[in-house]
């Protein structure tokens, strides 16, 4: 809880609960039931802000709780637990409580949310806490529990540990988002299913009407104020109290499984399970790491190796590093140190992705490449994109950064070694728009250059880890492959052959604040330490 993560997540969930209970003249809705809404009660408050809340915290939850066995395994701390008595099933057991209370601390602050809500709101200012807090424990936190076990499933898993297991958890998540809202999702799913039930038999018992929308969950724009009803809750039946029940223990029951092939640290069991932690002297004296597949979370090279502006070291044992500073073209080899970096240990299957892109850009018509190859192309890097701003704190580095002697340089260069791998991603849609005369596009394409990096560097830089990111920016690329023209950074929505979305004048400006940030707050840290 201590970790920026956590504050930002928490953030956002406050955010997501003042959307949840807009304004009676807005619309923009987070729950429209056929054209209606119900009048700001605390059930309806409670019920739509644990909805909502479930929604983000699945899948922004799991990136802030995920990584705690690696942290006893990196910090050595698995070392001492190897040589207690300390069971398996018991480690893993107060793991998953531990990543549940993180998740019910935050769904405590959405209630406390939701009730300033309902009082701000001023419709029913009459607090019924029981009413208000169901929705919390009935809907929210069963699925925290299933996301908690499933953060501990996914770092026992070799192959899901490190970034490649942060996608696999977004496409779940969004398939959880989805399929739980049906009636047909096991125990209840997110428990939309029954809420919706419950509303529209209360709009029945009134002689309202629902429209032919139906019932739905998310951000959406409508185009006039909904309609009112009065809901007071929805009805406690025993089998959907029991099927909560069960999801819960279900999920403790998914925390408990890697009991079957986890080792708990200790190096006689740990033979073909989990690959051995490296000290931090280990991380900082490798100079190359076996690649994971999609080529993120590797330790950064020796300093020696690649931060070329420290020309020469000495080999002399205890002897402290010489620099013999160079002016003429430093930034540009520090350019070239930071893309060294930036792109160590990248599996050639992830290179051979990126070609075949590549070609298709050339090969697709240019309908298909604007619109869907594009946003393609920019959603391959992101585990490498998330490296930027964090790396160093990652791997202990930080401490020797601390003694170079023009940090905003560095910042910048490391900022420009994103942006040149943002290009050369995406070159074969910028050549074709050339072609094609789509001068809006290739705006809007270095509006999207200019972007990614900038928002990567500045969550990484406030953050200190690579999961904000990862957490942050496949959101926004999903809702904008979903022909929302407002988060289009990179010219793929179109209206009538043009970009719809922000104007990269905009998007430019927006990458120059978040670099002012990164600058900002380079720059404090370093005061503070000085």
Same mark, same amino acid.
């Given at each position: %809880?201590?970790?920026?993560?956590?504050?930002?997540?928490?953030?956002?969930?406050?955010?997501?609960?003042?959307?949840?209970?807009?304004?009676?003249?807005?619309?923009?809705?987070? %729950?429209?039931?056929?054209?209606?809404?119900?009048?700001?009660? /605390?059930?309806?408050?409670?019920?739509?802000?644990?909805?909502?809340?479930?929604?983000?915290?699945?899948?922004?939850?799991?990136?802030?709780?995920?990584?705690?066995?690696?942290?006893?395994?990196?910090?050595?701390?698995?070392?001492?637990?190897?040589?207690?008595?300390?069971?398996? /099933?018991?480690?893993?057991?107060?793991?998953?409580? /531990?990543?549940?209370? &993180?998740? +019910?601390?935050? =769904?405590?602050?959405?209630?406390?949310?939701?009730?300033?809500?309902?009082?701000?709101?001023?419709?029913?200012?009459? &607090?019924?806490?029981?009413?208000?807090?169901?929705?919390?424990?009935?809907?929210?936190?069963?699925?925290?529990?299933?996301?908690?076990?499933?953060?501990?499933?996914?770092?026992? &898993?070799?192959?899901?540990?490190?970034?490649?297991?942060?996608?696999?958890?977004?496409?779940?998540?969004?398939?959880?988002?989805?399929?739980?809202?049906?009636?047909?999702?096991?125990?209840?799913?997110?428990?939309?299913?029954?809420?919706?039930?419950?509303?529209?038999?209360?709009?029945?018992?009134?002689?309202?009407?629902?429209?032919?929308?139906?019932?739905?969950?998310?951000?959406?724009? &409508?185009?006039?104020?909904?309609?009112?009803?009065?809901?007071?809750?929805?009805?406690?039946?025993?089998?959907?109290?029991?099927?909560?029940?069960?999801?819960?223990?279900?999920?403790?029951? %998914?925390?408990?499984?890697?009991?079957?092939?986890?080792?708990?640290?200790?190096?006689?069991?740990?033979?073909?399970?989990?690959?051995?932690?490296?000290?931090?002297?280990?991380?900082?004296?490798?100079?190359?790491?076996?690649?994971?597949?999609?080529?993120?979370?590797?330790?950064?090279?020796?300093?020696?190796?690649?931060?070329?502006?420290?020309?020469?070291?000495?080999?002399?044992?205890?002897?402290?590093?010489?620099?013999?500073?160079?002016?003429?073209?430093?930034?540009?080899?520090?350019?070239?140190?930071?893309?060294?970096?930036?792109?160590?240990?990248?599996?050639?299957?992830?290179?051979?992705?990126?070609?075949?892109?590549?070609?298709?850009?050339?090969?697709?018509?240019?309908?298909?490449?604007?619109?869907?190859?594009?946003?393609?192309?920019?959603?391959?890097?992101?585990? =490498?994109?998330?490296?930027?701003?964090?790396?160093?704190?990652?791997?202990?580095?930080?401490?020797?950064?601390?003694?170079?002697?023009? +940090?905003?340089?560095?910042?910048? +260069?490391?900022?420009?070694?994103?942006?040149?791998?943002?290009?050369?991603?995406?070159?074969?849609?910028?050549?074709?728009?050339?072609?094609?005369?789509?001068?809006?596009?290739?705006?809007?394409?270095?509006?999207?250059?200019?972007?990614?990096?900038?928002?990567?560097?500045?969550?990484?830089?406030?953050?200190?880890?690579?999961?904000?990111?990862?957490?942050?920016?496949?959101?926004?690329?999903?809702?904008?492959?979903?022909?929302?023209?407002?988060?289009?950074?990179?010219?793929?929505?179109?209206?009538?052959?043009?970009?719809?979305?922000?104007?990269?004048?905009?998007?430019?400006?927006?990458?120059?604040?978040?670099?002012?940030?990164?600058?900002?707050?380079? /720059?404090?840290?370093?005061?503070?330490?000085?």
């Amino acid at each position: %809880m201590r970790r920026p993560a956590y504050a930002v997540t928490l953030l956002a969930a406050i955010g997501l609960g003042y959307l949840a209970v807009p304004d009676v003249d807005s619309t923009w809705v987070i %729950m429209d039931v056929g054209g209606n809404r119900g009048i700001y009660n /605390s059930a309806y408050v409670g019920a739509v802000t644990a909805l909502a809340g479930a929604l983000w915290l699945t899948f922004g939850g799991f990136y802030v709780v995920r990584g705690g066995i690696a942290r006893d395994e990196t910090g050595r701390v698995g070392q001492i637990l190897a040589a207690t008595p300390l069971r398996t /099933s018991g480690y893993l057991t107060a793991k998953f409580l /531990s990543n549940l209370l &993180v998740l +019910a601390s935050m =769904i405590g602050v959405l209630a406390v949310t939701a009730l300033l809500m309902q009082l701000a709101r001023g419709e029913n200012r009459s &607090v019924d806490p029981v009413a208000l807090a169901e929705p919390f424990l009935l809907l929210s936190l069963p699925v925290m529990a299933l996301t908690a076990a499933a953060a501990i499933l996914f770092e026992t &898993v070799p192959l899901l540990r490190a970034g490649f297991g942060n996608v696999v958890w977004f496409v779940l998540a969004v398939v959880i988002s989805i399929g739980g809202q049906s009636g047909s999702a096991p125990f209840g799913g997110l428990g939309v299913h029954h809420v919706a039930q419950s509303m529209n038999t209360a709009m029945g018992n009134q002689h309202l009407q629902s429209g032919e929308d139906g019932f739905s969950l998310g951000l959406t724009k &409508v185009s006039k104020p909904l309609g009112t009803f009065l809901w007071d809750g929805f009805d406690l039946s025993a089998g959907f109290v029991l099927a909560r029940v069960v999801l819960v223990l279900l999920a403790f029951a %998914m925390a408990l499984l890697p009991a079957l092939w986890f080792p708990r640290f200790d190096p006689a069991r740990a033979a073909g399970s989990l690959p051995p932690a490296k000290s931090s002297a280990a991380k900082d004296s490798s100079t190359a790491t076996a690649a994971e597949p999609f080529g993120t979370d590797a330790p950064a090279p020796a300093p020696g190796s690649t931060w070329s502006t420290w020309s020469t070291w000495s080999t002399a044992p205890g002897a402290l590093p010489r620099t013999e500073p160079t002016r003429a073209g430093a930034f540009g080899r520090l350019l070239v140190g930071e893309v060294r970096i930036l792109l160590q240990g990248i599996s050639p299957w992830w290179w051979a992705v990126a070609d075949a892109l590549t070609v298709a850009g050339f090969a697709l018509p240019i309908g298909t490449v604007t619109g869907l190859l594009l946003p393609c192309v920019w959603l391959w890097p992101v585990l =490498i994109w998330s490296r930027l701003g964090s790396q160093q704190v990652e791997n202990d580095l930080e401490v020797l950064l601390g003694a170079y002697p023009t +940090a905003r340089r560095r910042l910048l +260069a490391e900022w420009a070694s994103g942006l040149v791998l943002t290009a050369v991603t995406g070159i074969s849609p910028l050549l074709r728009m050339l072609a094609a005369g789509d001068g809006a596009g290739v705006a809007c394409w270095f509006g999207g250059v200019l972007f990614i990096p900038s928002l990567a560097m500045s969550l990484g830089v406030v953050s200190r880890t690579h999961r904000v990111f990862q957490a942050v920016y496949l959101p926004i690329w999903y809702v904008l492959v979903n022909h929302v023209a407002a988060l289009d950074f990179m010219g793929a929505v179109r209206a009538n052959g043009k970009p719809a979305g922000p104007a990269p004048l905009l998007i430019a400006a927006l990458s120059a604040a978040m670099l002012a940030v990164v600058f900002l707050t380079g /720059s404090a840290r370093r005061n503070v330490k000085g």
